[in-house]
């Protein structure tokens, strides 16, 4: 049974909770090892590499198309916009982040 647009999509949700996670706490974000009391031991360097495959994830995702009639991929990548807002909004959340840090 192929999966549905909505099913690829809750398959990047944990990809926007660690993109808005990190963007909102920075250092202090569990995503990257910190807590609200200590700041991460990870480089800005490291964290950017999470972001960015987390914004990876999400664009791979987010590009999802049947190639022909015969495939049954779903058209995550035709969907309606509204469908996709979330994980469109983390994908450029991420990255800014990671241009401005």
């Known amino acids: 049974m ?3 647009v ?3 999509l809750a398959a990047g949700t944990d990809s926007v909770t ?3 996670d990190v963007n909102t706490n920075g ?3 569990t995503h ?11 480089s800005q360097a490291d ?3 999470v972001v960015q495959r987390n914004v990876d994830h999400l664009s791979t995702i987010l ?3 049947p190639v022909d009639a015969s495939d049954d991929t779903p058209d995550v990548k035709g969907a309606a916009g509204s469908k ?4 469109v909004a983390a994908v450029t959340t991420g990255t800014n982040y990671i241009a401005a840090n």
Not at 32 to 42: F, H, I, R, Y
């Open 18 to 20: 660690v993109i808005n």
């Open 2 to 4: 192929a999966q549905t």
């Open 47 to 49: 964290i950017n590499e």
């Open 6 to 8: 909505t099913e690829c």
């Open 84 to 87: 996709k807002t979330t994980h």
């Open 63 to 65: 590009l999802y198309e």
């Open 27 to 29: 250092k202090k974000s």
């Open 32 to 42: 990257v090892g910190g807590s609200a009391e200590a700041d991460t031991t990870m």
